[in-house]
């Protein structure tokens, strides 16, 4: 069997769709399924046309040149229509089974356009939906023009896609509330490769000087910064802990990555009083962030609630729980997905930066507690959320289509006639 992804962006790049997709082409490939992958010209310029990274292959589509690539709205139909030309160029170099588009709906029109053109069956991924991201980046307006056609296409795409399969429950319900059969729609969920990470990794003590810190707690968050992960009330909780502080040392925030709230953040921290105890680090290696882990006792997601956040579950929380760390994350229903409260890990009231103070005071009060939800935290990723788990899903989603069990598909490229 061969399967052509198709892809909004990839590594080399980092993100989290990067390392989803990363993880699901390593997994298939493990499986012994053959793959082959095409990016839209959202990647960017590339050096070739055809790439290899890590074993994997990439053919690469030219972002749009000229008027076309800064003209809202004509920029993305220029994103379909060059995609789609390069898509039908790798269907005959390459011979796929079947196309499996992921997010946005972008690449699903492409894929659908070629995919009926050739008699190749599509499956589409929905990872979010792209409406909500840019109302909260600001791009578009909720119910506005924009975000109203966004919808209208990823719903046309969601209908006329062969097999659909989605990231979490969240997003599952809403496709089917759009009218998507049920027995069309498959949750691959998120998860980790739990073999990567290790569990009580000593402190990186170098580090923890470098940065300042002393021997008081650690909060932590690694990742982008973008509106929706609030975290500006996770500073705005530390000035809560600071004037809470009796005979308790006031605990470090460490902030680990950059994006479009760092300045703003900065100056939060500033206003507030509680710049020394509030840690950033700008963006750091990919291959360093491990130390950066060794020295957070609590991961912190402070989510606010939104569509986002309510329909779409995280990655970083279950890579925070595959190495046993403790993890306190607001109530919204993307994290209540990976999280039960008081067990693998700690909820609190979104949006109140005084429920989160109140939460890692408690926490920091229940030390003695702290290893019995650690464990906790490990063994559901082990046990519920590892990349071999989610990507055998793709197993039933794939066989119908291709009208022969998965194991057996691989006949299905040899010698078989162009579509």
């Not at 940065?211 to 968050?221: K, M």
């Not at 950033?280 to 609590?298: A, K, M, Q």
Request: proline share 5%.
């Amino acid at each position: 069997m061969k399967i052509l992804h198709i892809l909004d962006h990839s590594i080399p790049l980092h993100s989290g769709y990067t390392f989803r997709t990363r993880a699901i082409l390593e997994q298939q490939a493990a499986l012994g399924w053959d793959t082959v992958q095409i990016t839209s010209g959202k990647q960017g310029a590339s050096s070739a046309a055809l790439e290899t990274i890590d074993g994997l292959r990439f053919h690469r589509t030219p972002p749009p040149a000229g008027a076309a690539g800064r003209l809202p709205m004509v920029n993305q139909w220029r994103i379909i229509e060059d995609l789609a030309q390069r898509l039908d160029a790798a269907v005959t170099a390459e011979r796929p089974d079947l196309l499996h588009a992921h997010s946005p709906a972008l690449n699903g029109l492409a894929a659908l356009r070629v995919g009926r053109r050739r008699g190749l069956p599509v499956v589409y991924e929905c990872r979010a939906f792209w409406e909500d991201a840019a109302a909260d980046h600001g791009t578009s307006r909720e119910g506005g023009l924009r975000y109203r056609l966004t919808r209208a296409l990823e719903t046309h795409v969601l209908r006329r896609a062969d097999a659909v399969t989605c990231i979490c429950e969240g997003l599952r319900k809403d496709i089917q509330g759009r009218g998507i059969a049920p027995e069309k729609l498959t949750v691959i969920p998120n998860a980790v490769d739990a073999e990567r990470f290790g569990v009580d990794v000593p402190k990186d003590l170098a580090l923890a000087d470098e940065l300042g810190l002393d021997d008081a707690p650690v909060l932590g968050f690694i990742g982008s910064f973008y509106a929706y992960e609030g975290l500006d009330l996770a500073v705005e909780a530390m000035a809560h802990l600071s004037k809470a502080s009796t005979n308790s040392p006031v605990p470090h925030l460490l902030l680990v990555g950059g994006g479009p709230q760092e300045a703003g953040l900065r100056s939060l921290a500033v206003a507030l009083g509680v710049s020394e105890r509030v840690h950033f680090t700008g963006r750091v290696p990919h291959d360093e962030v491990h130390r950066y882990y060794s020295l957070v006792d609590v991961l912190v997601y402070p989510r606010r609630s939104m569509r986002l956040t309510e329909l779409v579950t995280p990655l970083k929380p279950l890579e925070a729980m595959a190495q046993g760390k403790l993890v306190l994350a607001s109530d919204v229903g993307g994290h209540r997905e990976l999280i039960r409260d008081g067990s693998n890990g700690r909820l609190f009231g979104a949006g109140d930066a005084g429920a989160l103070a109140d939460a890692v005071s408690a926490l920091l009060r229940d030390r003695k507690g702290w290893a019995v939800q650690r464990d906790a935290a490990r063994r559901f990723v082990e046990e519920e959320r590892t990349w071999p788990r989610s990507v055998a899903r793709y197993r039933d989603v794939y066989a119908p289509l291709l009208g022969t069990p998965v194991s057996d598909a691989a006949a299905l490229s040899d010698g078989e006639p162009v579509r």
